[in-house]
């Protein structure tokens, strides 16, 4: 089963409030929000066209994908918008340790096996990642 | 035989009892002396005029052929000087001399100068008739040093009215409470902060002893000693009932002309009317006491004595742009047996009060929000029992059914209190004369045409009752924020609201949506002139960064290049960076600039400084660019130097936003080579003039532009987009481009309240785009200084994952 580990990755304050930053993580490029009250961490492409979630713009628990506007829970990675999309993005636990944001991500090694987040099972994201993602 | 009644005064007393006059049987050849060489207005507006937003002939209440119509003979500035009851004639100063059997004395009132030295300076003005605003129109100009006397209703009016002309202006009030006539403390210190907050200052407790200046205005001076500077003052320190006349026909005379509930003086033949009156110890000072005894005395002086004048409860609004007051009825804590019920906001300046007394309301206040005024003017008025209401007094619960309000009124309620216009006159005139509009019913039954109060409450019943009434279709702007954008923009204007974050909070679900978050953020820039607290998470990614973010994340810079003209030397510094940072493609626009596509974020602030150039705002909803053709410099057809206009043009507007994006073009013949006539703003130059056309579009929707006004000079042109820009910005939804604002708006509408509108109105615009001009700057300077530390920055991680 995958090993988790988790990552010290910036302190809090070069993330303001209500707004996104990506992260290269061993690859993984991943974005981190901060509502305030707590973080959130999901991959950082969107499943749409790969926009960078990072920029969006947040609503509530979402965020918007500044280039089509796909909106993507950033609780549980899943696309809201369009509604009948089942795809989504990986989410992350996050945690703020002495003002240190860490985010959990699988170990490298379990990279490939490993998808931290499905959606209901099937495969999220087929014909709708980045080419890299998807390739044969 | 007809008898001959004789009217003094033309004001809105005098001619308001005429006109009940003439709803009895004919009885009278009617004449009325008015010594102002106006026709009959509406006085309450003088404080519009003032603020521009009525032009001077907008506030007529009637023309001359209303006096045409009705036989009225009128004698316009003439002043009656004398009265001899016992022959029963007038005298005017003209040397005319009238016989009358009735006489109607509606002299009003004259403005009160409270004891000071240097009253008869030049440069000190009253505020009471339409030559005095006319006046101070002329006096005032943005920039003079302007102090306003006197802290209640007109002193305030006038102060709000002269800063929307621009001045600098200071208010002194001899108390310590602003209005203290119809505020207690509290409410005086709410309105005390919010027309500071509009930019009034106000000194209080200030005893003015003389005007300063040698011939001419030039300070004030007060009994403690100090003093501030002034280019002209106005007096509006309170009024004087005009009793002269009165006197000089024996009548009895205190404060006022003595009458009793039939609206009669000590001597048969002679009436009096309005503010030059006395009731029961009451003399009233505002409008709608005139219209109540102007009623009753139609019917005593006509021979239909019966109904009788019982007094009004002095009720106050003070509606000037950007602050609501009412007062009505004794606010005062201190009789007996009175409860008062407080809610207070000072962070939306809200501030309610009501006073009741053995159960029923004994009077209200309300600063920052009159919204239910009619309801408390409703239960002052009938005396409700409030006793079963005491937890709603200040919050109704939420009405399910919207018609209710106007269907639980009686029908004898009167809406319309400047005109005493009933609810069942309404709804029988809607059903009579058929009509749907409000416009109509206002020609008919007059109601809302005086202080306008009741315009909500006329519409719902319309709504109500008229079959074919149509309310505009308004869209709220999201599900987030449940108001229509052009009420919203009403409401934060009253409003202490400076960022996107308190509008949600107050007036949204206080989360906001990608769709309403930039709209207010572009709506609280606009409607403080870039002195708000900007929230960039509110904000779409370009506008965080500054550049055009690209379908594979990179942004493309455009620099500004002004009209389109660079240099050897710019294009040098340009093709260096495109060198230096590898820029994957480097090409020309449509708009005449040049585009540096695929840079990298983190790139921004080094190429950016590395090419010296100001932001081109290729990536916001803003002043894009002027493009322009060669005009006379080297063209062989050019007619007007359209290159030299559109680079003033670009640089008078640049670094602004807008509602949506704004493309400009100006070109030097009608060949038009550089499309001015599907731009949003076009300059298009003519042998000896200039068109400047508005509302053009060559995108998604192609339209030709409208002509706003066709004028002699450069800087006319360049004045007339301007002005058309600030309109624009501040009466356009969100995302909504100039050839569907023109086209909402109609372009007659444009022209009316842009170019052709009255020069109050115009400087008010232009003041605003100064305003938000001066603040404004070049977006890309936050290359050497970020709004956050990591706002171009990549995070790294801080310690790396073992591979």
């Not at chain 2, 004794?330 to 300046?349: C, H, I, M, Q, W």
Request: hydrophobic share 40%.
């Amino acid at each position: 089963m995958s090993n988790k580990q988790w990552v010290r990755i910036t302190p809090v304050q070069n993330i303001p409030l209500r707004e996104g930053r990506s992260v290269n993580i061993s690859g993984r490029d991943i974005a981190i929000f901060n509502l305030g009250d707590r973080l959130f961490a999901v991959d950082g492409r969107c499943p749409h066209k790969g926009g960078p979630l990072a920029e969006g713009i947040v609503t509530g628990n979402t965020v918007v994908c500044p280039l089509h506007a796909w909106k993507i829970d950033l609780e549980t990675g899943s696309v809201t918008r369009p509604e009948a999309e089942p795809a989504c993005v990986a989410a992350y636990r996050t945690r703020i340790e002495s003002g240190i944001v860490l985010v959990e991500v699988p170990e490298p090694s379990a990279k490939d096996q490993d998808n931290p987040h499905f959606c209901g099972g099937q495969n999220p994201a087929s014909g709708h990642f980045p080419a890299s993602n998807t390739a044969p | 035989m007809m008898q001959k009644l004789v009217v003094v005064g033309n004001g809105m007393a005098g001619v308001a009892c005429v006109e009940q006059i003439l709803k009895h049987a004919p009885k009278f050849e009617i004449t009325i002396f008015g010594d102002e060489t106006h026709v009959n207005y509406n006085r309450i507006l003088l404080s519009a005029v003032l603020a521009g937003e009525k032009a001077a002939d907008e506030i007529h209440l009637n023309g001359l052929d209303w006096y045409e119509k009705h036989g009225i003979a009128l004698r316009l500035g003439v002043r009656i000087t004398e009265v001899d009851a016992e022959r029963k004639t007038v005298t005017g100063d003209d040397g005319s001399l009238t016989p009358f059997d009735k006489l109607l004395i509606a002299t009003g009132s004259t403005p009160l100068i409270p004891p000071m030295d240097g009253v008869k300076k030049e440069g000190v003005f009253v505020f009471r008739n339409l030559d005095d605003t006319r006046a101070l129109l002329d006096c005032a100009a943005p920039g003079k040093k302007a102090v306003v006397i006197g802290g209640g209703l007109l002193g305030l009016e006038a102060a709000r009215g002269l800063q929307v002309q621009g001045c600098d202006v200071t208010v002194v009030h001899l108390m310590d409470t602003l209005m203290e006539r119809q505020l207690d403390f509290v409410g005086g210190s709410y309105l005390k902060a919010k027309m500071e907050c509009l930019g009034v200052k106000v000194l209080m407790e200030r005893n003015t002893t003389a005007i300063l200046g040698n011939g001419k205005a030039e300070g004030v001076a007060f009994k403690d000693g100090s003093s501030v500077e002034a280019d002209f003052v106005v007096i509006a320190a309170g009024i004087r009932p005009n009793v002269e006349l009165g006197r000089k026909a024996g009548l009895q005379v205190n404060r006022g002309i003595v009458v009793n509930d039939y609206l009669e003086t000590s001597n048969p033949d002679i009436f009096a009317v309005g503010e030059c009156v006395e009731h029961n110890g009451t003399c009233y000072g505002l409008v709608a006491p005139l219209f109540e005894q102007g009623k009753v005395l139609a019917a005593t002086i006509t021979g239909n004595r019966g109904p009788v004048y019982g007094g009004t409860i002095q009720a106050a609004k003070l509606k000037i742009m950007g602050v609501d007051v009412f007062s009505a009825g004794n606010f005062s804590e201190k009789a007996p047996g009175t409860d008062a019920v407080r809610y207070e906001d000072p962070a939306l300046g809200i501030y309610k009060k009501l006073t009741v007394r053995d159960g029923k309301l004994a009077g209200v206040i309300l600063v920052g929000d009159t919204s239910d005024s009619h309801r408390y003017m409703d239960w002052l008025r009938s005396q409700t029992d409030l006793t079963a209401m005491r937890r709603q007094l200040l919050f109704p619960g939420p009405a399910n059914d919207a018609g209710l309000d106007v269907a639980e009124m009686a029908d004898s309620k009167v809406v319309c209190g400047c005109n005493g216009v009933t609810k069942g006159a309404i709804i029988q005139a809607v059903h009579e004369k058929g009509i749907s509009t409000l416009a109509q019913l206002k020609d008919c039954t007059r109601a809302s045409t005086g202080c306008g109060s009741c315009t909500e409450v006329c519409q719902q019943l319309l709504k109500a009752v008229a079959p074919e009434f149509q309310e505009e279709a308004k869209k709220n702007l999201c599900k987030c924020v449940l108001f229509p954008e052009d009420k919203l923009r009403e409401i934060l204007r009253s409003q202490r609201l400076r960022s996107v974050q308190e509008v949600l909070e107050i007036y949204g679900n206080g989360v906001g949506c990608e769709i309403c978050k930039p709209a207010l953020s572009y709506m609280v820039d606009m409607l403080w002139c870039g002195d708000h607290d900007e929230d960039r998470s509110a904000r779409f990614i370009n506008d965080r960064v500054h550049a055009n973010i690209q379908k594979d994340g990179t942004f493309s810079v455009v620099p500004r290049i002004r009209g389109g003209v660079t240099s050897a030397k710019e294009l040098r510094r340009i093709a260096d960076v495109a060198e230096k940072y590898k820029v994957p493609m480097v090409k020309i626009t449509g708009s005449q600039r040049i585009d540096l596509l695929g840079v990298k974020k983190a790139d921004l602030p080094q190429i950016w400084a590395d090419l010296g150039m100001p932001s081109g705002q290729a990536y916001t909803k803003g002043v894009r660019m002027v493009k322009t053709c060669v005009g006379t410099d080297f063209c062989r057809f050019g007619v007007q130097d359209s290159t030299k206009a559109g680079i003033e043009l670009e640089r008078r507007l640049e670094h602004l936003y807008t509602p949506h994006k704004l493309k400009m073009g100006s070109v030097g013949c009608p060949r038009n080579c550089a499309e001015a006539t599907v731009k949003d703003i076009g300059l298009v130059g003519q042998e000896g003039s200039w068109q400047v056309v508005v509302g053009g579009a060559a995108g998604k929707k192609v339209r030709k532009a409208d002509l706003l006004i066709t004028v002699e000079s450069m800087e006319e042109a360049l004045q007339a987009a301007t002005l058309f820009f600030q309109y624009y910005r501040e009466n356009a939804n969100y995302l909504e481009r100039t050839y569907d604002f023109v086209e909402r708006k109609g372009i007659e509408t444009v022209r009316r309240e842009t170019v052709y509108a009255p020069l109050a109105i115009q400087q008010g615009l232009r003041e605003r785009l100064r305003k938000s001009k001066r603040i404004s700057r070049d977006a890309w300077l936050e290359g050497d200084a970020p709004r956050h530390p990591t706002q171009f920055v990549q995070i790294e991680p801080l310690e790396k994952v073992q591979a």
